[in-house]
């Protein structure tokens, strides 16, 4: 019986590989003999490039592409840097894993800011260097105290 059921998934594999191998080749004779190799090369080579826009184009980092970035951090592709480092710090908070949040979706929105970093780091670039330099603590002098008089 095992027998019978090895040569049955074998012959079907058979007849499956033989198809589209038959059909390959009647598809590369037919653009040859109309000299359309250059033209099947032309083609795969538009169309790699299509492919290879911004949107579409995966972050090496963080494997993601743009548009998924997009719906991850809920902005639209014409916001400013602000919205999406303000929504990316929201989002990275309050899936905290110390709060109650997922670590799975922490990551998520980090891996996001990582896509818009690789990908157009011309939107967020100027951004990131503004929130990453330190804030300065207000002075005591600027404090008002209980202590202090006012004239």
């Known amino acids: 019986m095992a027998s019978r ?10 007849q499956v590989f ?8 009647r598809q590369a004779a037919s653009s040859g003999a109309r000299g359309g190799a250059q033209e099947t090369h032309k083609a ?9 826009t911004i949107s579409t184009r995966a972050s090496r980092r963080s494997g993601m592409t743009l548009d998924e970035a997009h719906q991850i951090l809920n ?23 110390s709060k109650g949040g997922s670590f799975y979706l922490q990551s998520k929105v980090f891996r996001a800011k990582q896509t818009f970093e690789d ?9 990131v260097l503004k929130t990453d330099a330190p ?11 209980p202590n ?3 004239t």
């Open 5 to 14: 059921i090895i040569a049955y998934v074998l012959m079907t594999a058979t």
């Open 75 to 97: 902005v639209k592709p014409e916001a400013s840097a602000q919205q999406i480092l303000d929504n990316f710090d929201h989002l990275f908070k309050v899936n905290d894993k």
């Open 119 to 127: 990908l157009a780091p011309e939107r967020i670039e100027v951004e």
């Open 44 to 52: 795969h080579k538009t169309a790699k490039q299509a492919a290879e």
């Open 135 to 145: 804030k300065e603590a207000p002075s005591s002098a600027d404090s008002s105290s």
């Open 18 to 25: 033989g198809r589209a191998f038959a059909q390959a080749y």
């Open 148 to 150: 202090k008089k006012e």
